[in-house]
Each structure stands twice: as C-alpha cells, then as structure tokens.
C-alpha cells in the first residue's frame, strides 16, 4: 500500500526543491497557526514549542494584545521610513526602551530589523564614538550573520567558506569555567582570565587602537555560558582605564529571558552600548541600539540607518510587548520557572554523571 504523504512531509518537500540549502533547519515540524506555547502544525497536531522561534516568543506566540497593536497601525501606515517622515510609534518605543534600560544619565536609542544589525550599527557607533577602529569579542561568541557580525562571531560552522572577513577583529577566550576551569576555584579562574585580558593589551590588540570590547553576558548559541560577575567587573574596569566601550549583546539573553529586562541587570555593571532584538518584537523583525547618549550621538547622521529602520508596525508590536511583559509580570514569572527547572535539572545532575553542569545566569 502507497503511504500518503502527510501535508507537513509535502510542505518539507516543496521546501527542498525551491528554498536554497543553506538556509538550515533543524528539524521537520511545520506550523498553520500558533499561540501562547503551542504550535499546530500543517496536518493540525499540536506541539509544544521549546524552540520560541530561537528566543523570540517570551511572550508566547502571538499575544492578544501584540496582535491588537500591529493590527491598529497596519490600517494607519506601513511605512515611510524614519529617516524620512518621523512618526509616534519609534519615539515612543525609545522612549520606552530607555525608561528599563537606562545607560548613565541620558540614554539614546537607535531601531533597526535585526539583532545583526543592532551589531554592525553598534560597531559604527563605537569607531566614531572613540576614532578608533579594533573590536575584540569572545570565543563561542554569536553575534549574527552579516559580515561584521560574522566576523565576531566564533563558531566556525557558521563561517565557512564566506571569508575573507572583516579586518580589525581580535578575540579572548570566554571565561568558561565549567569548561576550562579544571581544578582551580571560581576565584583564581576568574582571576587568571583577567590577566590574559589584561595581558591582551601586550600581545593580542593594542588598547590605543580598540574601540569596543562586545560580549554577550550569557552567551546563547555557544552553549548558554554565563560570564562570572567577577570577570564582567574587570572587564568595566580594563575598558574604563583603555578609553574602549562595553558593548554588551543582549539579542538573545534580553527581554524576560533571565528575569530581567537585561541580563546585565543581575550584574550590576553597566554597559556603553548594548543591543536587543528577538523577543523585543514577539516575531515582528525589530532590533534596538542603546546606549549613553554623548556615545549613541557621536555617529554622525547619514553613517547609520536604512529603509527599514524601526518599521511602524515593528514598534507598536514592540511597544505592545513590552506592555504585556509589564502587565503579566513576565521578568518575575522566568525567575520562578528558572527556579524549578534549575532545581530540578540540579536533582537530576546528582543522579546522572552523564550531565555535567546545570546553568543559570551565574552572580
Ligand atoms: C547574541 C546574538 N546576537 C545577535 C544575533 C543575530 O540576530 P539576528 O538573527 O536577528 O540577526 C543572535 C541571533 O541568534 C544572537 O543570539
């Protein structure tokens, strides 16, 4: 008997022979419709969703309000661009966006799509802002998928065959102590860490030509590494003393993702600039630069932007769910469900030496 192809097998199919290869994925699930974590897939069985459209539903899918938002400004415009005509919406969700995330005393904010282009505008910022050009980001670091981001971006898989990359571009190793630690404490991992950081400025780029040092605080693609408080202190301290920014990419680890607006919120140490997208939006294509504003202004006009920058529909998703966030309490609910699978993953570690760390945002 000839088996029947389901709908999602056909779709999968169809998929191959039209969309290019190099566009991954990961697995075989389709999806008709989707809300809060569940996904209903093109044959209507229902999954739950672990995946969040990679960190990109902290809302969930679809939020009645979210849907509201992007519903109301689609019959008022779609588009005219910001460097063009300005309109409520973008200056509303900078407003927003400084009111949690405030840098210093005045903050300033710039919208753009995507996280990669949060980080290539960050870059440009961080050059005009200090006339000076080196970046220095981490091993297992992921900061996007064009060329400058690529570049900082460490995972080789990611980057073969797509060089030459971009010039000026050094890197550390991240602090991973679970990994790299062996037998030393916390204390001398951290400590011996520093000094290679502090040794960088003799041997990898020298500070006088460094303009940023980028780091994701809990590194997500690389392994959900969280950087020791410790290390995040020093790594102020070297930048306050070199005249070089602290950008700290929060694309993946921001926006109810660890309890707080930001995960550098837990830390304590602020950054200069620092760079959200993903479930800033809840799946509508909305990235955020911000920073302190002699820094955020230093770009001289013309040198960032784009079409697409801070599209209408984009910000008053956003603005929707950050309000949904606010209202439902999201930051205080990831720190009680942590909790729980953090426990519980700690009791299943003791029982299976197969599993060899349990993460969580490490102070
Ligand atoms: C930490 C981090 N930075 C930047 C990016 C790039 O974001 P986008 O895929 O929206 O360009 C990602 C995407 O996974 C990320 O996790």
Redesign the pocket.
Known sequence: MIKQKTKSEELMERRKNIVANGVGVFNTITVREAKGAIIIDADGRELIDFAGG??VVNAGHCPEPVVEAIRDQATKFLHTSFNVVTYDPYINLCEALAEILPHGEKTKVMLV???????ENAVKIARQATKKQAILSFTD??????MM?MTLTSKIKYKEGCGPFAPEVYQLPFPNYYRYGGSKSLTEFVNWELKRLYESAHNVVDPKNLAAIIL?PI???GGFNAVPKKYLEGLRSFCDQHGVLLIL?????GFGRTGRWASWQHYGVQPDIS?Y??SLGSGM?I?AVVGRADIMDAAAPGTIGGTYIGNPVSCAAALATIQYMKDHNLNQRAVEIGDIISNRFETLRKQYPQIGDVRGVEL
């Open positions: 990679i960190g799509s995507t996280g990669a282009e949060a980080v670091a992921f900061h996007g998928r064009t981001a994701e590194q997500g693609e990419d929060e694309v993946q680890s760079l997208a993903k294509p990235a």
